[in-house]
């Protein structure tokens, strides 16, 4: 018991840490529009960051699942006030997710989150997983 949570946390750790220190790519997308907002972004390994808070035209959006993925590294989805979102985050071996401020780590694990959702905004489908490394989502 107390060895085999020994090694997982040596592998959380590593994994981790892997990621953080990865010197991959990096991709920063800013779209100003909602038609350049792309369904799918993909790297190999690195940092993917997807801010929509300068999309002009945030009513565009509602309706719409973009999707994020990546082996090892990093993905962060930074939202403009006025848009909700609904967010599924899979990081399939050691990493953490960071949706709206709530945190969970280990290894394959998966976060649900809908911030919003009551009809007063548009609403955005967001799927974010990787392999190894951190997902987070967040306002600005």
Same mark, same amino acid.
């Given at each position: @018991?107390?060895i ?14 892997? !990621?953080?220190?990865? &010197? @991959? +790519?990096?991709v920063?997308?800013?779209?100003? +529009? !909602? !038609?350049? *907002? ?5 790297? $190999? @390994?690195?940092?993917? *960051? ?5 999309? =002009?035209?945030v009513a565009a959006? &509602?309706?719409?699942?973009? $999707?994020? #993925? ?6 962060e ?6 848009? &909700? !979102?609904? *967010?599924?985050? %899979? *990081?399939?071996?050691? =990493?953490?997710? %960071?949706?709206f401020?709530?945190? $969970? /780590?280990g ?6 989150? +809908?911030?919003g959702?009551? /009809? %007063?905004n548009?609403?955005? #489908?967001? #799927?974010?997983?990787?392999n ?5 989502? #967040?306002?600005?």
């Amino acid at each position: @018991g107390l060895i085999l949570a020994g090694l997982l946390a040596t592998v959380f750790l590593a994994g981790t840490t892997a !990621a953080d220190e990865w &010197d @991959g +790519t990096t991709v920063r997308e800013t779209p100003t +529009t !909602a !038609a350049v *907002v792309a369904n799918d972004y993909e790297i $190999s @390994g690195g940092e993917l *960051v997807l801010d929509l808070t300068n999309v =002009g035209d945030v009513a565009a959006l &509602d309706g719409r699942a973009i $999707s994020l #993925h990546t082996n090892v590294g990093r993905i962060e989805v930074i939202l403009p006030d006025g848009l &909700d !979102a609904e *967010v599924t985050a %899979k *990081v399939s071996g050691p =990493g953490e997710i %960071k949706l709206f401020g709530e945190e $969970s /780590g280990g290894i394959d694990i998966r976060m649900n989150r +809908t911030e919003g959702g009551l /009809g %007063k905004n548009p609403l955005v #489908h967001i #799927h974010a997983e990787l392999n190894v490394g951190s997902i987070e989502v #967040h306002y600005r």
